[in-house]
Each structure stands twice: as structure tokens, then as C-alpha cells.
């Protein structure tokens, strides 16, 4: 099992962490996304994942792209720990929250459209950073309302164990912070947050703590 990753991608570090809760421990491939204009552009590396993307997991001869794809697949063939839970409404309650960052926030703050932002559109820098502070904003304000509601049901954001939900809000907020968004106003998340990061899985699953982590 090879995991191609790169250490401050938010998408690869949901994987991290998912590796960590499920005990899997798969060879990592650096994929560095600035360097040389960006090794996921290679021919060899796009011949794996056609979108030129992180992250991608090969496993017996799979080539499994898409972090929430990915974290599907482990809880198909690794059921415990449980990323879901079993009720078919509270299922459907975790993927919506974990959606609304890989699917809503994720995708227009990640490093391809900012670049894009600046080269061709011509936006400055601190333009491309309030456009990243925006779209997250509108997104943690739901989720900060979901999290506030179903606070009575544990110490994370729907229980008292971490899955799906947790899983891809610890790096979202990782990443809101590095752009100066002001995380004060999401008292719940943060709680949760600091709840997960008190787990080694998560813990270590952090940027920083990554082989290929750049001072």
C-alpha cells in the first residue's frame, strides 16, 4: 500500500488521520505541490491520478483517489473503529457536515484556484487570502450551528468518538488558521478540535510532523 501525499494538502492529511483511527500504516510518497512548478503535473505522476491531484492511494493495484473516497474505502474494508455510526439518518447527518468541507469550502480555497487567482486573474495576494478567509467563514458558521446542536451528544461533534465529521474538520480549521481566519467566533469547533488533536491519530497527523514537512 503506497499513500501519495503532500504534507500541508488538507485532503491528504484527512487521510493521515483516517490511516491513523483504522491502524493502517501504507508507505508514503511525497508529491511535492510548488516545487518544479508542481510534481503532480508530471506525465508519471497524472498517469496515476488523471486530475493531478493529492491524495492518491495505491492498493492492490487500485489507484483509490479522492480523500473522502479514500476514508469510504477504509470504512468498507476496515469497519472498526467506525467512521459512521449506524443509524441511517445520523449517517447521512455526518457525510452532510463532512461534505460541506470537501465538497463546498475544500474546493475553492485549495492551492489551484488560489494560483489561479493570481496567474492569470491578476488578483494580489492579500485579495487571494480574503477570498480564502470568506468562503471559510460561510462554511464554519454552518458547521459551527451544526456542532452548537448536537452538542449534548458527546465530546465530538456527534458522539464521543471521532469519525467522518472530525476527520475533516481538524484539518479545515489547521488551514483556516494559517490564512488569519478568526476562529473565535466557533467556540464548538474549536472545543471538538482541541478534543481530536488530544488523540495521537490526529495529533500526529498535523503538517508539521510530516517527512516531507518544510520548515
Known sequence: MRFHGFFRSGAAWRCRIAFALKGVTPDFVP????????????????????????????????????????????????????FLPKDPFERAEVRAFALVIAADIHPICNLRVLNHLKDPLGHSQDEVDAWYRHWNVLGLEALEAIAVRNAGKGRFVFGDTPGMAEICLAPQLGGARRFGVDLAAFPRLVEVEAACNALPAFANAVPGKQPDAEA
Do not use: M
Not at 47 to 53: K, S, V
Not at 56 to 70: C, M, N
Open 31 to 82: 508529491v511535492h505541490l510548488r516545487r518544479g512548478g508542481g510534481e503532480q503535473k508530471t506525465p508519471a505522476y497524472r498517469a496515476l491520478n488523471p486530475q493531478g491531484l493529492v491524495p492518491t492511494l495505491e492498493v492492490d493495484g487500485h489507484a483509490l483517489t479522492q480523500s473522502l473516497a479514500i476514508l469510504e474505502w477504509l470504512e468498507e474494508t476496515i469497519p472498526e473503529p467506525a
